[in-house]
């Protein structure tokens, strides 16, 4: 098993940027890839970036592109994502997960572990 906690989000401006994290513990050498999704009030979950845990090979939605960062450090099994210019529509709980696998990272159904959540909300 393992076992992955979000921290960071919060409240934010229109343009401003936050930051989130997911430590992940326990079987953590089973991971392949690690992945952020998002889902806001009355929307399904949706994929915002994901990024192969060896080769650090990234993947983006396209609506984040050029605005969001996805980071790993191996060392201390941490996932990061960095948001700069937020947009109101970037508003949702954000998730992270780890898949033991490197097929469809960009699909939810692919994961295998999910943190918790943590909610982002950006203000016009």
């Known amino acids: 098993q393992v076992q992955l906690v979000e921290s960071g989000g919060g409240l934010v401006q229109a343009g401003g940027s936050l930051s989130v994290s997911c430590a992940a513990s326990?079987?953590?050498?089973?991971?392949?890839?690690m992945g952020w999704f998002r889902q806001a009030p009355g929307k399904e979950r949706e994929f915002v970036a994901a990024?192969?845990?060896?080769?650090?090979?990234?993947y983006y939605r396209d609506s984040v592109k050029g605005r969001f960062t996805i980071s790993r450090d191996n060392a201390k099994n941490t996932l990061y994502l960095q948001m700069n210019n937020l947009k109101p529509e970037d508003t949702a709980a954000y998730y992270c997960a780890a898949d033991r696998g490197l097929v469809a990272i960009t699909t939810a159904a692919s994961y295998d572990y999910w943190g918790q959540g943590t909610q982002v909300t950006v203000s016009s």
């Open positions: 326990g079987r953590t050498f089973s991971i392949r890839a």
């Open positions: 990024i192969t845990w060896s080769g650090g090979n990234t």
